[in-house]
């Protein structure tokens, strides 16, 4: 059960509040949540006017009084008129500031995501952080929402309730209660009244909604387990086809879905349990106070406009102190959402500082050379997976990792590519040289097929002769009149295709350093032999370490590094 009372989650709470108060755009935040604050007082008092406008126009009707009458309907006119302009702007301008809060917070946790492929080492170290996908375009929504939403909130039902207090305790006169021999004077009894319904109601919502919390967390989770899983089969339907694989894919779908269903039975329970107490409360609330004033009204010592106003003000009252009532499932959601943000934070933080525990060391340094040294590569649950290689990659040099598969050749570049923590020893790159991996699948971008060929790059990298000349040279030639052609290209492309596309890229980027990771394991012999021929061509100073099972591969490499399924290693 996550508690508002608990210094971890407050002060977590407020490290992500604060970031944006205290920000580059602090001063335009702070001014419009000034402004929106000083309407929404405005609010309170066009209340409070309204409200003693309820004694005066009623009054008026009880003594027949025309003139007054008609003068109490201009009043009115002026104060709905102020009213409804309040009331648009209050909203225009909360949404504004909640927009611009969100853009801020979405931008810092992207930044923060992508930088240091976090996203990457988050699926590694974090499993239990589940859906960052959800966090960033979900949670920062309803964490902006809701805070702003509560805080105002809260502030307009503090300053209504005081305002109301005030003017109910004036109105309500005293009760007299006889007891035995002697009698009890209440001063402002209506106003006791008041407070003893309203804190009698909080409680009990406050007890019946409690479970609401941890129902609604599992809720967005079982959500977004479902959502994913619908994904994954929506990306990977040609396997799933090709497999026939509907029926595990229905089973499993469905059993996310069960999730859901339970969870939402019992959010659904809860939910009537709460509404049936609201419900009655919100109604007793409208006859309540008429009947706790109506004696003093039917003993003569209030008139009509008088009942009335002290039947307005005990509902203000009423309702500003029944705030916790209205808004506890959004108080339940806002900690839900709260607890899951600092959750990856906490991910993020981990990932950030991932780099002072004790993992592989990759520094970059002036040499051009490439250092490996003692390098021992762990799997995450600290299973050895290659022990004591010390390697030297000249300028220039070629190197192929030949092994058996799964003895770790992947992960061997994972950790040349500086993604791969786990295990010991260092790793030195060169500086200020350009280092290029390429995956045995190549990601493709959503958009055209320039943009894929590109990657990571924008339009502007190369010039479409550029291009078209050697999509021709990786036999890509039957592609070159796609180039803007806007398709879901990782599906439309052959496998093969794929990786000829990241060969244009590789010869596109030129860079110092290629890194090869069974990047030609989709084409045939003649034409892995052309593309090599190509790099050696076309990237003439550039070294070529590559990852591959075929023998083919060793023409085109001066060294060999051969790693066994025993963690050890040689090198030819
Ligand atoms: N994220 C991960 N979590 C746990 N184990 C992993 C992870 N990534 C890789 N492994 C394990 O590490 C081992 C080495 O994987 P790697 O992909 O490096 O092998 P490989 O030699 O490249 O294999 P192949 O030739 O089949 O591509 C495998 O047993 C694999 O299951």
Redesign the pocket.
């Known amino acids: 059960m996550i508690n508002v009372y608990n210094r971890n989650f407050m002060q977590g709470m407020w490290q992500i509040t604060k970031a944006y108060w205290f920000s580059e755009e602090k001063w335009k935040a702070r001014m419009l949540l000034a402004v929106i604050v000083a309407l929404n007082l405005g609010h309170v008092y066009i209340f409070v006017l309204l409200n003693e406008w309820n004694n005066t126009f009623y009054n008026t009707l009880q003594n027949h009084d025309k003139d007054g009458f008609v003068s109490a309907i201009g009043t009115f006119c002026i104060l709905a008129a102020s009213h409804i302009i309040v009331a648009v702007y209050v909203l225009y301008l909360q949404q504004f500031l909640e927009i611009k809060w969100r853009r801020w917070l979405t931008e810092k946790y992207l930044q923060t995501w992508l930088h240091k492929q976090a996203y990457y080492q988050m ?2 170290l974090e499993n239990n952080t589940d859906n960052p996908d959800q966090r960033i375009s979900e949670d920062l929504k309803l964490f902006v929402n809701l805070t702003l939403g509560l805080s105002i909130g809260l502030l307009k039902a503090a300053v209504t309730l005081f305002s109301f207090m005030f003017i109910l305790w004036n109105l309500s006169g005293s009760l007299t209660i006889p007891i035995g021999q002697t009698e009890v004077t209440i001063p402002g009894y209506m106003f006791w009244v008041a407070i003893l319904y309203s804190v009698a109601g909080n409680w009990l919502t406050v007890k019946i909604g409690k479970p609401l919390v941890n129902l609604n967390f599992s809720q967005q989770r079982y959500e977004a387990d479902f959502r994913f899983s619908l994904i994954r089969l929506r990306e990977n339907s040609e396997s799933i086809a090709l497999y026939g694989g509907e029926v595990q894919e229905r089973a499993k779908l469905t059993e996310r879905f069960q999730m859901v269903f339970d969870n939402f039975k019992a959010v659904m329970l809860r939910q009537k349990k709460l509404t049936w107490f609201t419900a009655g409360y919100g109604q007793i609330a409208i006859i309540f106070p008429l009947v706790v004033a109506a004696p003093r009204y039917f003993s003569n010592q209030m008139q009509l406009g008088g009942l009335i106003q002290t039947s307005t003000a005990f509902g203000k009252v009423q309702d500003s102190l029944s705030f916790l009532i209205d808004s506890y499932s959004s108080l339940a959601q806002w900690q839900s959402v709260v607890k899951r943000l600092l959750g990856f934070s906490q991910a993020m933080n981990r990932v950030e500082h991932i780099a002072d525990e004790e993992v592989i060391d990759v520094t970059y340094g002036t040499d051009p050379s490439l250092h490996v040294h003692q390098l021992q590569i762990d ?3 600290g299973e050895e ?1 290659l022990k004591g290689l010390q390697l030297t990659i000249h300028q220039g040099d070629s190197l192929l990792i030949m ?10 570049i ?1 950790t040349l590519a500086g993604i791969w923590p786990f295990g010991q020893g260092s790793v030195r790159i060169p500086a200020e040289q350009k280092l290029l991996f390429l995956p ?1 699948r190549s990601y493709l971008p959503l958009g055209t097929l320039r943009d894929s060929v590109l990657y990571p790059y924008r339009e502007d990298f190369a010039t479409d002769e550029k291009i078209r000349s050697i999509m021709e040279l990786c036999k890509l030639e039957g592609l070159v009149d796609k180039l803007d052609q806007v398709e879901d290209w990782s599906h439309v492309l052959s496998f093969g295709e794929q990786q000829r596309i990241a060969f244009v890229r590789a010869i596109l980027q030129q860079p110092d350093w290629l890194f090869l ?2 990047a030609t394991s989709a084409i045939d012999e003649i034409t892995e032999a052309h593309l090599y021929q190509l790099l050696h061509s076309q990237l003439k100073n550039t070294t070529i370490i590559s ?1 591959g ?1 075929r023998n083919t591969l060793v023409n085109y490499h001066k060294h060999k590094l051969i ?1 066994d399924d025993m963690c050890s290693w040689r090198l030819e």
Not at 403 to 412: D, I, V
């Open positions: 699926q590694l799997l995450p649950n997976l092994g058996p598969s799964g003895c770790g050749k992947s992960t061997l994972r045995q990771d069974e990852v099972h790693i």
